[in-house]
């Protein structure tokens, strides 16, 4: 994202650059306005939908831009007098003479105890992906969403940045601010890497250096963060085994993407006293890797779109904050990715659910990994095994 100047008690440098390769790749066209309609930043995307340049555009009010391409009466409409998430279409002659059909949505970003009221204008180019696809909408909301959640941890660190660079001796509030920055960085760092899977899965621009990997150790050294997370929630989380080694041809990394994600939604979705259950075993010509809770369960008109889009669920219970709700659909790019499946089941509302990803078993010979003659029940504990093959790959970053 280009900007003109940083604003006072802004962010500084390293949160600016872990969002500019986000924002950069986005295929939409971004515009940040103050409340008097000013840009204050752009992105390269942008710049190529309306023919212009970053110096004809950061610094200048919205209907001044490309010599009033966007002051028509259905922008304005959209821009000055309607609420939060509108959008309209609008066909536009832009600088070399072609008419172009683009869609554009305005997200009102609240104003916080750091940052002032924000618009965020998103121009999408319809001719080039349908402007009335409900996966473009969802996008859109995405982008918003991202921007709103990424307020809150970058808030944070300006705000502790400002108290610290104070000079004060205090070591327990020294102490206090290290912590919470780096809790905010962590989540800032989730919510961006999350966005970056969506925009290239979608895209069909990543590729997977693929290997001899085992899901079992994979699984094994992915249990520490969300046994963590059940253990604080009053949550028990079971390993439930019905083979010893799971070899599969993947890339661990993102195999860890997996089931992380599915882990994470699991125990978010249950409440204290209730349980999250890891499985997995073989049928017929696949493995299994299934995850199950007691928690709230999804209303079967939701199932059929779960996976849908760029984004996770409609669950009974609000998306928490500081996440985008895209985990389930990177579970679904990525299993396929695998030359996998993932699909969904629930009884209902408040009656917990089931996510099952099944992956192909690799051509080896059937006794090399036989099924065992009883599953094997434990504690999730997290312990690193050694994985198959020799690729060397260090496991994925559990921050995801």
């Not at 121009?123 to 921007?147: C, F, K, Q, T």
């Not at 001899?212 to 949550?235: C, F, I, N, W």
């Not at 629930?346 to 036989?370: D, E, I, K, M, T």
Request: hydrophobic share 40%; glycine share 10%; with cysteine.
């Amino acid at each position: 994202m280009y900007r003109k100047a940083p604003r006072p008690g802004a962010p500084g440098p390293g949160a600016a650059a872990l969002l500019e390769p986000v924002l950069d790749a986005l295929p939409q066209g971004l515009l940040l306005l103050d409340t008097d309609l000013v840009v204050l930043g752009t992105n390269p995307r942008y710049c190529e939908i309306a023919a212009t340049s970053v110096e004809e555009t950061v610094g200048r009010r919205l209907f001044d831009l490309s010599h009033g391409l966007w002051d028509v009466a259905p922008v304005r409409a959209l821009v000055e007098e309607t609420g939060d998430g509108g959008s309209v279409e609008v066909e536009r002659n832009l600088r070399n003479g072609h008419p172009r059909v683009v869609r554009v949505h305005v997200r009102r970003l609240e104003p916080s105890a750091c940052a002032p009221e924000r618009l965020l204008v998103i121009v999408d180019d319809a001719v080039a992906r349908p402007a009335a696809s409900d996966e473009g909408h969802h996008r859109d909301e995405l982008i918003a969403r991202a921007a709103h959640e990424l307020r809150g941890p970058l808030g944070s660190i300006s705000n502790w940045v400002h108290l610290l660079s104070q000079g004060s001796r205090d070591e327990a509030l020294q102490q206090q601010g290290l912590a919470a920055i780096q809790r905010a960085l962590s989540v800032a760092t989730r919510l961006i890497e999350n966005l970056h899977d969506v925009s290239q899965l979608g895209a069909g621009r990543v590729s997977l250096p693929l290997g001899l990997v085992d899901l079992a150790s994979v699984v094994d050294m992915s249990l520490e963060r969300p046994r963590s997370a059940a253990v604080d929630k009053g949550v028990r989380l079971d390993l439930v085994r019905e083979v010893s080694r799971v070899p599969v041809m993947g890339d661990p990394d993102r195999l860890q993407q997996i089931v992380l994600h599915l882990l994470a939604n699991a125990v978010e979705c249950t409440p204290a006293g209730g349980r999250v259950e890891i499985s997995l075993g073989r049928e017929g010509p696949s493995w299994r890797l299934a995850v199950s809770d007691t928690g709230r369960g999804i209303a079967p008109e939701v199932l059929p779109r779960i996976f849908g889009g760029l984004r996770s669920a409609d669950f009974v219970a609000p998306r928490p904050p500081a996440t985008l709700g895209a985990g389930l659909a990177i579970v679904r790019h990525l299993a396929e990715l695998h030359g996998g499946t993932v699909e969904a089941s629930s009884a209902g509302p408040g009656l917990g659910a089931r996510f099952v990803v099944r992956l192909p078993v690799p051509a080896l010979a059937p006794s090399s990994h036989p099924p065992g003659p009883a599953a094997t029940r434990e504690p999730a504990v997290a312990k690193p095994r050694p994985a198959l093959g020799s690729s060397g790959r260090k496991p994925a970053n559990p921050n995801v």
